[in-house]
């Protein structure tokens, strides 16, 4: 923060042609914004409107009369195609909430939850073991591991996703949570780096403390190392959970028969904009966006200062 | 005085063993993942594209995969000559060029802005970042409703003008230019946010120089900024590049099912999803073959792009 450029709370004294190119620019970002903030507002009013209203030509006005019966419809359940047109049989989650044929956003909600936190936690875990024994530890073949993360990060390998699909058919994972989960739980990858920086540069004094203290490799791992990458631990946490969540491909690939939200969403848009269900799919977007907006402003600082600082340099 | 250094070093073998022990215990499932997930999946995709797939032999259901040699290959680098597959390929560096000629310069630029203390700026950062937290099939629905013929802001306003509004996308290359639209306008925020960020680490002193001196915008944006912040544009410039191997939910949620939008990736992604073991090994060689060509591209835009400016540390 002190490097920032601030000039104290003095006024900013610019020339002409500052004040010129800083006014288009101010105008310009104005209209980048509304770009971006109106459609949703639209979508939003529109969403409360009975399909009879928006074709009838109430396309930019507000709702005459309120229907909320667009989310309850989409929050209890509502067919959903399956990929190749089929409808979707129920899973175990549906089960348990008594669904027979339908998928509903509330159950693909609760499979967003349940993937988003196991993937989270799994990677962030086995990240922070991967990076805690690289970055304290000496053995052979550390150097190796260190840069084989660095090479998996910069190569760009495509063609391989056939491979890794017949590999997980042959595990029988190729519709499963589990499967899903497993992919997720690497510990070499982004968070691997993040967390290799953090531990290479935290002081070793309270380790060895408490190794002095008689503390075996495994309680300084989880009753001092862990707690004191806790804020590193949640920022990561927070940007790979939003990550997980807004995932479309592996579940498209591999959770077909228990779609999370940023898959199903899409199904859902499939279906009703091919009945014509505008208004409805406007509500279904809207009801998606609540969580992950609802994060952003729990933890906006969070994520735009670790994503500022994330340390994007060659 | 013997017998106290056997001690000594029976109490270090036994911390070694323990000591290596843990190390083991660490690394295990990350190493173990990364071979199942990552060597495994590589090794058998290079074996792959040497095999062919083979249903049928002398009236027999037979199922299995024999030995091709280089036919796959082969029929890749034929395949290059056909106007289906240099359409994906061109599309797919359409990614790159937008991406690196089009988005980074503007985001550069915007983020220089945003520093410069742009009324507002905070709020801009917040508006700018949200399309990356918002789910791609939400954000891709909203990018198309803007331009809907019936309904769209973008066709309600051009009307107002009396412009009679194009088919935005019903034709390609129209469609194609509005998935490139859609990526600068969902993807600008991010770039933004990632250089104001390494710009707001610059030192202070530096700007205070300029600003006491009345250095022009202009001056200032290229002696100063561009080359201090030139690592980080280095690696979004890299970045950009792997987005050739990368893209394919956009074309996928904005125009999907479309075969003349389809992008390296999603014509693997596609085979992914139909199965197709015939084919399976010409589409791995596709996308492997593409990768190695375009390895030395990138590590030689890499070298170079770090040759331009002395790296510096802030």
Known sequence: ?314 | MEGTSAVKRRKTRRKSIYETGFIILMLAYPVIHFIVFWGIVNFNSILRTFQRYVMWQDGKLVNSWVWAGLDNYKNVWTSFSRADTRRIIGNSLGYMVVSNFISLPLAIISSYFLFKKMPFAKWFRVIFFLPSIIPIVVLATVFRFQFDARFGLVNGFLNILGIDSPSWFGVYPNSQRMIYLYCIWAGLGFNVLLLSGAISRLPVDLFEYSHLEGTPYVKEFFRIVIPLIWPTITTTFLLGLTSVFGVMLQPMMIMPGDANTQTIALKIYNSVRTANETARPEIIAFGLLLSVMAMPFIIAIRFGMEKIYADVEF
């Open chain 1, 1 to 314: 923060m002190k490097n920032r450029y601030k000039i104290g709370k003095q006024k900013i004294i610019r020339s002409t042609p500052q004040k010129i190119a800083m006014g288009i620019v101010f105008a310009l970002f104005l209209i980048y914004s509304v770009t971006l903030v109106f459609p949703f507002v639209w979508m939003f009013v529109n969403s409360f409107k009975s399909p009879a209203e928006f074709f009838g030509g109430n396309i930019w006005g507000f709702p005459k009369t309120l229907r909320i019966a667009n989310y309850s419809e989409i929050f209890v359940g509502l067919p959903v195609g399956g990929a190749d047109g089929a409808v979707i049989e129920t899973t175990v989650v549906g089960k348990l909430f008594g669904a027979t044929h339908k998928y509903s956003i509330f159950e693909m909600f609760i499979v967003s939850i349940a993937l988003t936190l196991a993937c989270t936690m799994s990677n962030i875990f086995f990240s922070a073991t991967s990076s805690y024994v690289v970055a304290k530890y000496r053995f052979f073949g550390r150097q190796f591991i260190y840069s084989l993360a660095i090479f998996l990060m910069i190569v760009p390998i495509a063609g391989t996703l056939p491979e890794q699909y017949a590999l997980m058919r042959w595990l029988g994972l190729e519709d499963s949570f589990f499967g899903v989960f497993l992919m997720f739980s690497a510990g070499f990858g982004m968070n691997f780096f993040l967390m290799y920086g953090f531990f290479k540069n935290i002081s070793t004094t309270y380790a060895e403390a408490a190794r002095v203290d008689g503390a075996g490799h495994i309680m300084v791992f989880f009753k001092i190392m862990l707690p004191l990458a806790l804020p590193v631990i949640v920022s990561l946490s927070v940007i790979y959970a939003i990550g997980i969540w807004n995932d479309y491909t592996t579940p498209s690939i591999y959770m077909k028969s228990m779609p999370p939200l940023a898959y199903g969403l899409f199904l859902i848009r499939e279906t009703l904009t091919g009945k014509g269900a505008y208004t409805q799919t406007f509500a279904a977007m809207m009801i998606a966006l609540v969580p992950i907006l609802a994060v952003f402003v729990a933890f906006s600082n969070t994520i735009m200062e670790n994503t500022i600082a994330g340390g994007l340099k060659g």
